[in-house]
């Protein structure tokens, strides 16, 4: 008998062993029995060869009459032709280059051959079957009623390693498998009708029907969603019992001032979203708070009012953005909107300001010298910053507070890095504009409390968005050109989105899908490649702009943005498109985030395709801020029908992001997913599905809280504590530590 630990060299062999290790990274037992089957074929029951069908799946019981091979007339190799006969009819079995089985297939041989019933020269043939040779004994009788009907597993396999191979080495280890301890309490499986974890491994590899492998999978999902969220559930408690610095509201500090000067009337989201921050700051121990919402929901505000909130108190908040087009853009609308609030120390500075202070890594030395005196005195109340906040250089007085917006583009030691110039653990809110599906707050952020704005401010202005066809409709290209100078003529705005910069550009300034494609753009504009050419090169900025200045554009004064430009002309472009100097800006993704002109009404985004859902939805934020109406054009040359036009059309028939974060993790890999939320690797959780399962991981969630609230460190549950340690690899918990 063997254990779950037990390596695979003791019950299959070396050779076997070595190459399910070399191939699949499996060596122990454990390892073996969690790779699962990706999908099950299912024989039919006996056919009797008079009776087959063309096109339907079956298995015959039959005997080899005669055997041939001959060489294939229109490729290399050879052909084998068996043909079997059951005493009614005849039937020939085809394989490819594999000679060999010419050894086990001979005249007077019997044995059950499966697969799909074809045609060739009025032939009936089975193309490279599956079959079982029975004993030429003629005890025929277990092994007839063990493959025929039977579920077939199809394992996740390499050329080296066949999915039978992986088969027959499962079979083995079940044959010889100790009793299997289960991890989960008995009243827990009791609740919820969970099948023992034995008998769920022996069904997902082996089962008898359809009935039992849904029960073995649905109880196997149970151990991943487990392992997870008693993880989480144990780091929301640890969190807990760490100090930090309360920082209760004042009733007449900066934070009051300000939201006294406040020219409209928060959303009733705002308020009571900051109540629960409020709430949050004012105990001693640290905040760890996710904050989603819709674009424009005024997810920036709500961070303004918590950094004051920690002002008032004699700390400092520190606001992290991933690029410096952003940061930038941070500073100067936390400055517009704080006004004589922002000006502690100057002429006509309100009694209770602060100030706030802009550090990136491009200042000039003098601008930077004077940023980190700021930051170390406490003079800055308020910090905004890119990765640059994280050097070793930048020194905090009292910080308690740090915001990460669009925390997805950060790594974890990053944020990690920031958070630790506190005294003690500052408190942390955590942002983002991409709505999260329920099951992935859950799972990937299960360790935050979530707050969600789904509301958007009065006067916010709607986005009408449609798909322009610019190689089957030629003419709503011209159109889209029409309109943009329209806008400009009417006194506004515009965007023009490529997904590249040109030549050597890094992968950050790239759209997200297919930009695996050569370096070099043409400047051919979508709708000028001809049907049935090879797909060009995605369009670049550099090769766009003149193209559209000598071209549909032409006389509109254009500007130009992208990573790479040097740090202090992406301000002077932004600055100038701000005040109304540039008509028509094209840039990269730069601008998908943050960026907030309320005058820019139309954004065209060419090769629309090559973007995901979640960053079209935000790009089309970036209009309609104003009190005029915004227009999103996704001009594409994707045809109707693909897939990537049906996203396309998905966006633009919605404004509802929450709706659009489903759809794009029904496109993406949930792997991925929940990789990057244990190690930033690919996941050990293989069945669980975000979206498929979401019941399943509430009620896993609301069951790890209960238990890990009676049992901290799992003392009563030995068997669920080694499934965490064993999820929890020393990276995976330094992450998850860290996070």
């Known amino acids: 008998m063997v254990g779950w630990g037990c390596a695979l060299e003791t019950v299959l062999g070396g050779k076997t062993a070595a190459a399910l290790a070399r191939q699949l990274d499996l060596h122990t037992v454990g390892d073996l029995l969690r790779h699962y089957p990706r999908r099950y074929d299912e024989r039919a029951g006996l056919t009797d060869l008079s009776q087959l069908v063309i096109g339907e799946q079956v298995t015959v019981l039959a005997e080899v009459v005669k055997v041939t091979t001959r060489r294939m007339r229109q490729r290399s190799g050879r052909l084998l032709e068996v043909v079997v006969g059951d005493g009614h009819g005849s039937l020939t079995l085809t394989f490819f280059n594999q000679a060999w089985r010419e050894r086990e297939l001979y005249p007077g041989r019997r044995?059950?051959?499966?697969?799909?019933?074809?045609?060739?020269?009025?032939?009936?043939?089975?193309?490279?079957?599956?079959?079982?040779?029975?004993?030429?004994?003629?005890?025929?009788?277990?092994?007839?009623?063990?493959?025929?009907?039977?579920?077939?597993?199809?394992y996740p396999a390499t050329l080296d390693v066949r999915s039978w191979v992986i088969s027959r080495s499962v079979r083995l280890v079940l044959d010889q498998l100790d009793p299997v301890p289960d991890p989960l309490p008995v009243a827990l499986r009791r609740r919820h009708r969970l099948v023992d974890r034995g008998v769920a491994l022996r069904d997902i590899h082996l089962p008898p029907d359809r009935r039992a492998l849904t029960a073995a999978r649905t109880r196997l999902k149970w151990d991943e969603a487990m392992a997870v969220q008693v993880t989480l559930a144990q780091r929301r408690r640890a969190a807990l019992a760490d100090p930090a610095v309360p920082w209760p509201p004042h009733p007449d500090g900066v934070r009051a001032a300000f939201d006294a000067a406040l020219p409209f009337t928060l959303t009733a989201g705002q308020r009571e979203v900051g109540e629960q921050i409020a709430a949050d700051l004012a105990r001693a121990h640290p905040m760890h708070r996710l904050l989603q919402g819709e674009v424009g929901s005024g997810k920036t505000l709500v961070a303004l009012r918590a950094m004051l909130q920690v002002v008032d108190g004699g700390g400092q908040a520190a606001l992290l953005a991933p690029t410096e087009v952003l940061a930038a853009q941070h500073a100067r609308s936390l400055t517009e909107m704080l006004?004589?609030?922002?000006?502690?120390?100057?002429?006509?500075?309100?009694?209770?300001?602060?100030?706030?202070?802009?550090?990136?890594?491009?200042?000039?030395?003098?601008?930077?010298?004077?940023?980190?005196?700021?930051?170390?005195?406490?003079?800055?109340?308020?910090?905004?910053?890119?990765?640059?906040?994280?050097?070793?250089?930048?020194?905090?007085?009292?910080?308690?507070?740090?915001?990460?917006?669009?925390?997805?583009?950060?790594?974890?030691?990053?944020?990690d890095a920031l958070r630790a110039k506190g005294e003690r653990p500052p408190h942390l809110l955590v942002m983002t504009a991409t709505p999260i599906p329920r099951t992935v707050a859950m799972t990937v952020f299960g360790d935050l409390e979530t707050s969600a704005l789904r509301e958007l401010p009065a006067g916010r202005s709607p986005i009408a968005t449609s798909v322009v066809p610019g190689r089957e409709r030629p003419a709503w290209l011209d159109r889209a050109w029409q309109r943009i100078r329209e806008e400009v003529a009417a006194g506004r705005q515009a965007y023009v989105v490529c997904p590249r910069i040109g030549d050597g550009e890094s992968a950050d300034d790239t759209a997200g899908p297919d930009t695996g494609e050569p370096d070099t753009a043409g400047p051919d504009l979508p709708g000028t490649t001809a049907a049935g050419e090879d797909r060009r090169a995605p369009l670049a900025v550099a090769d766009v702009l003149p193209t559209l200045a000598a071209g549909p554009l032409a006389g509109l004064r254009l500007g130009e943005l992208h990573g790479r430009l040097p740090a202090d002309v992406k301000d002077d472009v932004m600055r100038r498109f701000t005040t109304g100097e540039i008509d028509v800006l094209v840039a990269t993704t730069v601008v998908e985030v943050g960026v907030d002109v309320p005058n820019a009404t139309v954004m065209a985004v060419l090769d629309a395709d090559r973007f995901g859902v979640s960053q079209l939805h935000q790009l089309r934020g970036r209009v309609g801020r104003g009190r005029a109406p915004g227009l999103c054009l996704l001009v594409t040359d994707a045809g109707p029908g693909t897939p990537a036009r049906e996203r396309l059309d998905a966006v633009a028939s919605t404004q509802d992001g929450f709706e659009l974060a489903r759809l794009d993790l029904e496109q993406?890999?949930?792997?991925?997913?929940?990789?990057?939320?244990?190690?930033?690797?690919?996941?050990?959780?293989?069945?669980?599905?975000?979206?498929?399962?979401?019941?399943?991981?509430?009620?896993?969630?609301?069951?790890?809280?209960?238990?890990?609230?009676?049992?901290?460190?799992?003392?009563?549950?030995?068997?669920?504590?080694?499934?965490?340690?064993?999820?929890?690899?020393?990276?995976?918990?330094?992450?998850?530590?860290k996070a």
Request: no cysteine; net charge negative; glycine share 10%.
């Open 339 to 415: 006004g004589p609030l922002a000006r502690a120390g100057e002429l006509g500075a309100a009694e209770t300001a602060t100030r706030l202070t802009l550090l990136t890594g491009s200042l000039p030395a003098a601008a930077r010298r004077r940023a980190l005196l700021a930051a170390a005195s406490g003079e800055a109340g308020i910090v905004v910053g890119t990765h640059a906040l994280i050097q070793d250089r930048v020194q905090f007085a009292a910080l308690g507070l740090v915001v990460v917006d669009e925390q997805h583009r950060f790594g974890v030691e990053q944020r």
């Open 668 to 737: 993406r890999r949930e792997g991925d997913v929940l990789g990057a939320a244990q190690s930033g690797r690919q996941s050990q959780l293989s069945l669980l599905s975000l979206l498929r399962d979401e019941q399943l991981i509430v009620d896993a969630r609301a069951a790890a809280s209960e238990l890990v609230d009676a049992d901290p460190d799992l003392a009563g549950h030995p068997v669920l504590a080694a499934e965490v340690a064993a999820l929890l690899t020393a990276e995976r918990a330094e992450y998850l530590e």
């Open 111 to 154: 044995g059950l051959f499966a697969g799909k019933v074809t045609e060739f020269n009025r032939t009936r043939q089975l193309n490279k079957p599956d079959y079982l040779l029975l004993p030429e004994d003629g005890a025929a009788g277990d092994a007839v009623e063990e493959f025929v009907g039977a579920l077939v597993p199809v």
